[in-house]
C-alpha cells in the first residue's frame, strides 16, 4: 500500500508563491500517473497537473503558465511550483497516483490565497 505525504501548504497573498510536495512511501516503477488535484468548498475535485505514461504533464487550463509540476525521482517525490496565485486557487490540494490500477490520494494540504 503506497502513502502519499503532502507539504508546503498554507496562506499566501494574491500573486504570491507556494511549492507543494508530496513523497511516496516507494518507489514507483512501471506505467503510473501522478500528478495533483484541487477541491474547492462546493465544488467538485479537480485536476491541477499531472505526470502522465512517463515525462508527459497535463495542465488544468487555469493553472497554465503559472504552475509547474517536477519530480524527483531519488526522491520519490513530485513538487508543484505554484507562481502568481489568484484568491481562486484557494483548495484543498490532494496528490494522487494510479499505478497497477490503483488509485492512491493523500491527505490533502489547504492552499489559501488572501491578501
Known amino acids: 500500500q503506497v502513502q502519499l505525504v503532502e507539504s508546503g501548504g498554507g496562506l499566501v497573498q494574491p500573486g504570491g508563491s507556494l511549492r507543494l510536495s508530496c513523497a511516496a512511501s516507494e518507489r514507483i516503477f512501471g506505467i503510473y500517473t501522478m500528478g495533483w488535484y484541487r477541491q474547492a468548498p462546493g465544488k467538485q475535485r479537480e485536476l491541477v497537473a499531472a505526470f502522465t505514461s512517463g515525462i508527459s504533464t497535463n495542465y488544468a487550463d487555469s493553472v497554465k503558465g503559472r504552475f509547474t509540476i517536477s519530480r524527483d525521482n531519488a526522491k520519490n517525490t513530485v513538487y508543484l511550483q505554484m507562481n502568481s496565485l489568484k484568491p481562486e486557487d484557494t483548495a484543498v490540494y490532494y496528490c494522487?497516483?494510479?499505478?497497477?490500477?490503483?488509485?492512491?490520494w493523500g491527505q490533502g494540504t489547504q492552499v489559501t490565497v488572501s491578501s
Open positions: 494522487n497516483l494510479n499505478h497497477n490500477r490503483n488509485s492512491y
